[in-house]
C-alpha cells in the first residue's frame, strides 16, 4: 500500500473519512497543510452581532434541588441553540472557521491581552499525560473558542479575534494534571479570579470533555434572564446551555483530558519526518485522541500505509483500544481495506479480539457484505460463532441477505 501524494492528501483524507462512520469526527481535521487565515489585530474595531430566532420562549431557572450542583442553574438553551452568529467583519468569520488546519504551535509565548495572574488549583484526570496538541478547534461561527496544549500550559484562544486570552500555568501528577496559575482574563479586564477560574473550568468541561456544565454569569446579569442568555451566547457560543451566577461544590471531572496530539496530527497530515519528532519528544506513540484513538487508528483512516508501518516499527501497539475497544484492525475493516486488514495480520493482530460490546472484526465485515476481508479473517483464523449482542457473523450477514458470506461462514474451510 503506497501513501498517497502530498499534494492529494487533503482532498482522499476528507473522502476516505466521509465513508467511515467510526471516524466521523475526524472530517476536515488536519487533512491538508493550509495555513491559518493572518489573524485581525487584536486592536482593530470589530462589529459582531448575534442573532436569536424571531421569538425566544421563556427562560427558566432549574431549582437547585433539581440539579447536581445545588444552585439555581439558567437554562439559556432556548436562546443558544436557536441562535446563528454573524459578522460585518468579513476578517471575524475568516478567523473563526480558521482553527480547522491549526495545531496551536503559532500560540506559543503570547502575552494574554490582560496580564493579570489568578493562583488556582483544578485538577483534570489524564490517561498518562497530557501530549501537545488542540484541545478544542472551532469549527462553526457559533464556537467561540479554541483550545490548546503546549508546553505545559493550556492557551484560550478568542476565535473571532485570534487574540489569546488565558495562559494556565499546568503541573502533570500521575494520570492528573493540576492548573496552578492563570495568566489573563477570560471576557473583561475587570472579572473577579473567581469567574476566571470557573470560567476555564467550564471551557475545559464543556468544550474538550463535551460535558453539561454550567457556564459562569457575571454578578447582577441574572436579573434579566434574556440579557444573561444573550451574554452567554456572546460569551461561549451554542455550547453553553446552562449558567448561573453562584459559586457551587466542584464535582470531580468524569472523563479524563486529551488532546488530538501534534503526533495524530502528523500521521493525519502524512508526515514521517514530524511523526519522528514527536516521538523523538517522548509523545507516547499510544496515546488517545480527544476522540478515543490512538495514532494507528488515524493511520488507517488515511489508508497510509508508509506511516502505518512506522508506527508498528517504532513500537505501537497493533492491538491498541479506542476508548470503545476497537482495534484498528476493526477499522481497517469498517474501512473496507483489505490491504491494511491484511498488513495489521501480518503484523501480529488478533483476528478475535472484541471490541467494548462484544463485536470482531469478524462480525464487521459480514454486516458490511466484504466477502474477500471475510475470507481473509476466516483464513487467518477467525471464530465465526462469536455472539455480541445477540448477533453472530452469520446473523448479520443473513441480516443482509449475503448468501455468498453466509455459506462462507457456515463451511469456512
Given at each position: 500500500?503506497?501513501?498517497?501524494?502530498?499534494?492529494?492528501?487533503?482532498?482522499?483524507?476528507?473522502?476516505?473519512?466521509?465513508?467511515?462512520?467510526?471516524?466521523?469526527?475526524?472530517?476536515?481535521?488536519?487533512?491538508?497543510?493550509?495555513?491559518?487565515?493572518?489573524?485581525?489585530?487584536?486592536?482593530?474595531?470589530?462589529?459582531?452581532?448575534?442573532?436569536?430566532?424571531?421569538?425566544?420562549?421563556?427562560?427558566?431557572?432549574?431549582?437547585?434541588?433539581?440539579?447536581?450542583?445545588?444552585?439555581?442553574?439558567?437554562?439559556?438553551?432556548?436562546?443558544?441553540?436557536?441562535?446563528?452568529?454573524?459578522?460585518?467583519?468579513?476578517?471575524?468569520a475568516a478567523n473563526a472557521m480558521s482553527f480547522e488546519q491549526d495545531d496551536g504551535t503559532g500560540f506559543i509565548g503570547q502575552t494574554p491581552i490582560?496580564?493579570?495572574?489568578?493562583?488556582t488549583s483544578l485538577s483534570f484526570p489524564v490517561d498518562q499525560v497530557l501530549s501537545?496538541?488542540?484541545?478544542?478547534?472551532?469549527?462553526?461561527?457559533?464556537?467561540?473558542?479554541?483550545?490548546?496544549?503546549?508546553?505545559?500550559?493550556?492557551?484560550?484562544?478568542?476565535?473571532?479575534?485570534?487574540?489569546?486570552?488565558?495562559?494556565?500555568?499546568?503541573?502533570?501528577?500521575?494520570?492528573?494534571?493540576?492548573?496552578?496559575?492563570?495568566?489573563?482574563?477570560?471576557?473583561?479586564?475587570?472579572?473577579?479570579?473567581?469567574?476566571?477560574?470557573?470560567?476555564?473550568?467550564?471551557?475545559?468541561?464543556?468544550?474538550?470533555?463535551?460535558?453539561?456544565?454550567?457556564?459562569?454569569?457575571?454578578?447582577?446579569?441574572?436579573?434579566?434572564?434574556?440579557?444573561?442568555?444573550?451574554?452567554?451566547?456572546?460569551?461561549?457560543?451554542?455550547?453553553?446551555?446552562?449558567?448561573?451566577?453562584?459559586?457551587?461544590?466542584?464535582?470531580?471531572?468524569?472523563?479524563?483530558?486529551?488532546?488530538?496530539?501534534?503526533?495524530?496530527?502528523?500521521?493525519?497530515?502524512?508526515?514521517?519526518?514530524?511523526?519522528?519528532?514527536?516521538?523523538?519528544?517522548?509523545?507516547?506513540?499510544?496515546?488517545?485522541?480527544?476522540?478515543?484513538?490512538?495514532?494507528?487508528?488515524?493511520?488507517?483512516?488515511?489508508?497510509?500505509?508508509?506511516?502505518?508501518?512506522?508506527?508498528?516499527?517504532?513500537?505501537?501497539?497493533?492491538?491498541?483500544?479506542?476508548?470503545?475497544?476497537?482495534?484498528?484492525?476493526?477499522?481497517?475493516?469498517?474501512?473496507?481495506?483489505?490491504?491494511?486488514?491484511?498488513?495489521?495480520?501480518?503484523?501480529?493482530?488478533?483476528?478475535?479480539?472484541?471490541?467494548?460490546?462484544?463485536?470482531?472484526?469478524?462480525?464487521?465485515?459480514?454486516?458490511?457484505?466484504?466477502?474477500?476481508?471475510?475470507?481473509?479473517?476466516?483464513?487467518?483464523?477467525?471464530?465465526?460463532?462469536?455472539?455480541?449482542?445477540?448477533?453472530?457473523?452469520?446473523?448479520?450477514?443473513?441480516?443482509?441477505?449475503?448468501?455468498?458470506?453466509?455459506?462462507?461462514?457456515?463451511?469456512?474451510?
Amino acid at each position: 500500500m503506497k501513501a498517497n501524494a502530498e499534494s492529494a492528501k487533503s482532498s482522499n483524507l476528507k473522502a476516505i473519512w466521509n465513508r467511515i462512520m467510526v471516524w466521523e469526527r475526524l472530517k476536515g481535521i488536519f487533512g491538508s497543510q493550509g495555513k491559518p487565515t493572518t489573524p485581525v489585530p487584536t486592536s482593530a474595531p470589530t462589529r459582531t452581532e448575534d442573532k436569536p430566532a424571531p421569538q425566544v420562549p421563556d427562560l427558566n431557572w432549574i431549582e437547585a434541588t433539581d440539579n447536581p450542583w445545588g444552585v439555581r442553574v439558567l437554562d439559556v438553551r432556548p436562546v443558544t441553540l436557536t441562535m446563528l452568529s454573524t459578522s460585518q467583519d468579513p476578517q471575524c468569520a475568516a478567523n473563526a472557521m480558521s482553527f480547522e488546519q491549526d495545531d496551536g504551535t503559532g500560540f506559543i509565548g503570547q502575552t494574554p491581552i490582560t496580564e493579570r495572574d489568578v493562583e488556582t488549583s483544578l485538577s483534570f484526570p489524564v490517561d498518562q499525560v497530557l501530549s501537545d496538541g488542540v484541545l478544542f478547534a472551532p469549527r462553526a461561527m457559533e464556537h467561540k473558542w479554541a483550545l490548546f496544549f503546549h508546553q505545559g500550559e493550556i492557551i484560550a484562544v478568542r476565535s473571532w479575534t485570534r487574540a489569546v486570552m488565558l495562559v494556565a500555568r499546568v503541573e502533570t501528577h500521575d494520570r492528573h494534571i493540576e492548573i496552578t496559575r492563570i495568566r489573563g482574563t477570560l471576557c473583561a479586564t475587570d472579572e473577579t479570579p473567581e469567574f476566571t477560574v470557573r470560567g476555564l473550568d467550564y471551557l475545559l468541561r464543556s468544550h474538550v470533555l463535551g460535558a453539561i456544565y454550567p457556564a459562569p454569569l457575571p454578578p447582577g446579569i441574572e436579573a434579566d434572564l434574556k440579557a444573561a442568555a444573550m451574554w452567554c451566547m456572546s460569551a461561549f457560543g451554542n455550547l453553553a446551555q446552562l449558567a448561573t451566577p453562584c459559586s457551587f461544590t466542584r464535582p470531580d471531572p468524569e472523563r479524563p483530558l486529551r488532546t488530538h496530539s501534534l503526533l495524530h496530527i502528523a500521521v493525519a497530515r502524512g508526515q514521517p519526518e514530524a511523526v519522528d519528532a514527536c516521538l523523538r519528544s517522548g509523545t507516547p506513540i499510544d496515546a488517545l485522541a480527544a476522540d478515543g484513538l490512538a495514532p494507528l487508528h488515524w493511520a488507517l483512516a488515511a489508508q497510509d500505509g508508509a506511516i502505518i508501518s512506522m508506527l508498528l516499527d517504532r513500537g505501537a501497539s497493533v492491538d491498541v483500544r479506542s476508548d470503545q475497544g476497537a482495534t484498528p484492525l476493526m477499522n481497517a475493516v469498517q474501512a473496507a481495506s483489505v490491504e491494511g486488514t491484511t498488513l495489521l495480520l501480518d503484523r501480529g493482530a488478533d483476528v478475535n479480539a472484541r471490541d467494548g460490546r462484544g463485536f470482531t472484526a469478524l462480525h464487521r465485515a459480514a454486516e458490511m457484505g466484504l466477502a474477500d476481508i471475510v475470507r481473509l479473517l476466516l483464513d487467518r483464523g477467525a471464530t465465526v460463532d462469536v455472539d455480541a449482542e445477540g448477533h453472530t457473523p452469520r446473523s448479520l450477514a443473513e441480516g443482509r441477505g449475503r448468501n455468498d458470506i453466509l455459506a462462507m461462514l457456515q463451511s469456512p474451510g
